[in-house]
């Protein structure tokens, strides 16, 4: 039997990515829906579907029962997006000031940021 000894330099440790959750529908908060006194609570969870064509979509779904009869629960899709347009969809349904863009990366999320600023030149003032 051979044994080669490899110096140690040579070693270089392998990075990989972060694989994706397994986790396919993520818990987001709840949501007062209904009359003006808002008696009612909705509440919401995101949806990560597969990669079509390059581009993820996403959902934002409830469970909930078709009618009052059923008994059981179903997930009502409410919305659905590409994935640079999942913080718009949130601010839609009032929960984007609670979800950071952190929190999406733990999701799955990997959509791009725009961010509008408008850039002031202290040097000319």
Known sequence: MTIIKFPRNI????KYEEPLPRQRVFYLGVVYTGPPLC???TELYLKRHGKINGTRKWSLITYGKYDEFDKRNYSL???TCDEDDVPDMLCQYYIGNHI???DLK????NGNVYNEAKII????N
């Open 100 to 102: 950071t863009f952190n």
């Open 11 to 14: 070693c270089i440790p392998l």
């Open 106 to 109: 733990k999701f799955g999320w």
């Open 39 to 41: 008696q009612d609570v």
């Open 121 to 124: 030149d202290f040097k000319k």
């Open 77 to 79: 899709e409410l919305d």
